[in-house]
């Protein structure tokens, strides 16, 4: 027996307040001018999205349902952080009440039991505060794409940096 994700959605909600002000893109890529100040949006927008998608994780607030099952128990939440747990329902569209599942850890819990195929688990995510290193690779996103726009170049589309930050933060991965 084993678990596995079947399909999910990410959806945004309230009003998405991005890490990284226009401001402050420009800084770090050393822009003086107000002539790209569209662009910078643009790759503000982008690189935050390229690291929760390299990352795993929900950097502004969103809903996420995910559809997986938990036959071997112990199911990892994607798109953590977790700020609430909205509810889980099992194959048959029947709500499972809360004293009836066990979640165990805080921001990046795991769904202990029940153990079913076929669940979905609604709930809300993202961090009330960007951690420094995240916001430095959103930057770091942000002047890669700004350096090298309109060229042809045959990669990843992210830059190595922002990609071992990424990676350290997945929780899956052997870089750390």
């Known amino acids: 027996m084993y678990n596995f994700i079947i399909d999910h959605t990410l959806v945004d ?6 890490p990284v002000t226009v ?8 822009v003086t001018n107000s002539v ?3 662009l910078f949006a643009e790759l503000i927008t982008q690189s935050r999205q390229a690291v929760e998608k390299a990352s795993g994780l929900s950097i502004t607030p969103k809903t996420a349902t995910v559809w997986f099952t938990n036959a071997a128990a112990n199911f990892q939440l994607p798109f953590g952080p977790v700020v609430s747990f909205t509810s889980l329902t099992d194959n048959n569209g029947n709500v499972i009440e809360s004293a009836d599942y066990k979640l165990i850890g805080g921001q ?6 029940p ?8 709930y809300r995510t993202g961090f009330t505060t960007v951690p420094k290193e995240i916001k430095i690779a959103i930057l770091d996103q942000i002047n890669y794409g ?11 589309g992210i830059c190595e ?3 071992r930050v990424c990676q350290r933060w997945t929780r899956t991965s052997p870089i750390l």
């Open 13 to 18: 909600y309230g009003v998405i307040t991005e």
């Open 23 to 30: 401001a402050e893109a420009k800084q770090y890529c050393r």
């Open 36 to 38: 790209e100040d569209d």
């Open 108 to 113: 990046y819990p795991q769904l202990n039991y």
């Open 115 to 122: 153990a079913f195929n076929e669940m979905v688990a609604v």
């Open 146 to 156: 700004y350096e090298n726009r309109g060229m042809d170049v045959n990669d990843l």
């Open 161 to 163: 940096k922002t990609w």
